[in-house]
């Protein structure tokens, strides 16, 4: 199969003004196959698959579909590595998980600037 046959890589949207945010997305890109697209380098295009208040959580774009918030993370977790899956696929089997995923990361995201700051330590 020829390299033009391939489906390019999922796109993770995020904040670019955020310094957790970025270290998240260039997480994900070092342990998986991502294309990094912030908020302000999207394309009319993209902006135009995106949820209105798309700038309130991050998301991920494929060919075929756009999965945004708690559900774009669980996703591009699950892309990362045989561990990471494994961690998603126990997620998903908790009971209550489809419940938790959006409260727990808007929880996360509402303290983006304590996280930055334990990152900098």
Request: charged share 25%.
């Amino acid at each position: 199969m020829a390299d033009s046959d391939a489906s390019p890589p999922p796109r993770l949207v995020y904040d670019d003004d955020c310094g957790f945010c970025t270290w998240c997305a260039e997480y994900a890109a070092a342990r998986g196959t991502f294309e990094l697209v912030g908020f302000a380098e999207l394309t009319p295009d993209q902006r135009a698959r995106l949820p209105d208040e798309y700038e309130d959580c991050a998301h991920l774009l494929t060919q075929d579909a756009v999965y945004s918030c708690g559900e774009a993370i669980e996703i591009a977790t699950a892309k990362l590595g045989l561990s990471y899956r494994f961690a998603v696929a126990l997620f998903r089997a908790a009971p209550g998980s489809g419940q938790v995923r959006e409260p727990l990361y808007r929880w996360v995201a509402d303290r983006r600037s304590l996280w930055g700051k334990l990152l900098r330590r």
